[in-house]
């Protein structure tokens, strides 16, 4: 995007819209609005938007850039800014969650967290989505997905049971049939630049983060059950693959 909607023009545009940071003026948030190279749509909605807030003599503080948001740029800025936030919110859970552990323990924890976006990264490329649509329901997947591996840490730091699923020999039969699934499907469509290895470079980077998460929680967490674990993340990756194939 050549401008960042949430920095420069496009921060200046919020202030003056919601008069917090210096006096309201929608006349000049409009101004502002009309240079924001955020595709022509959004344009649009968005200082049409303002002329109603303005003949409505608005006076309230939630204008928001993402509210008229409906063009590829924006939304990409969007869902940036949301993980960003997220992001920020799942980092301090971590941090209070470890506070009191040992540097070995929160370097064994550095390394599940390292491995399991690099998991994420990799199942980008296995996944192969085209189009906004397909990119911002898989973004939105893998926000869900950072979320779950961030709470599933604090219900174990709370002593919390590991939730009961199907035995793991059934979720591995489960993932194992998502997977052939998924490469089937590649293999029948005419064009896709995907990687033949796509799918072997996740499934060895799940399985590195699988097997780094299962060994902190075996040191940090003994009285969880492994097994229960194995089959909580085994059935998290089948789920993902199940999601991709309705994609």
Excluded: K
């Excluded at 344009?43 to 939630?62: F, K, P, T, Y």
């Excluded at 928001?64 to 980092?91: K, L």
């Excluded at 492994?226 to 993340?233: E, I």
């Amino acid at each position: 995007m050549p401008e960042e909607p949430f920095h420069g023009r496009g921060m200046l545009m919020t202030i003056y819209a919601n008069g917090v940071g210096a006096a309201r003026d929608l006349d000049v948030a409009t101004h502002l609005a009309c240079g924001l190279n955020v595709g022509t749509a959004d344009m649009v909605g968005r200082i049409d938007r303002l002329s109603r807030l303005q003949a409505e003599n608005w006076a309230v503080d939630d204008f928001d850039f993402c509210d008229d948001t409906v063009t590829d740029p924006g939304m990409f800025a969007c869902a940036a800014r949301e993980a960003r936030r997220s992001r920020a919110g799942r980092e301090a859970t971590v941090r209070a969650i470890s506070l009191d552990w040992t540097v070995a323990e929160r370097q064994r924890l550095s390394e599940v967290e390292r491995l399991f976006e690099s998991y994420l990264e990799s199942q980008v490329a296995e996944s192969w989505t085209t189009g906004t649509l397909d990119n911002m329901m898989q973004h939105g997947i893998h926000q869900s997905l950072r979320d779950e591996h961030t709470n599933m840490l604090g219900q174990l730091a709370a002593g919390e049971a590991v939730p009961q699923l199907a035995g793991l020999a059934g979720q591995e039969e489960r993932l194992h049939r998502a997977r052939l699934a998924l490469e089937a499907s590649f293999r029948e469509r005419e064009f896709t630049s995907r990687p033949a290895d796509a799918g072997d470079q996740a499934q060895q980077a799940w399985l590195d983060y699988r097997d780094a998460f299962l060994e902190l929680a075996e040191t940090r967490f003994p009285e969880a059950s492994r097994d229960g674990l194995a089959a909580w993340l085994t059935a998290q990756r089948a789920d993902l693959l199940e999601e991709t194939l309705r994609m």
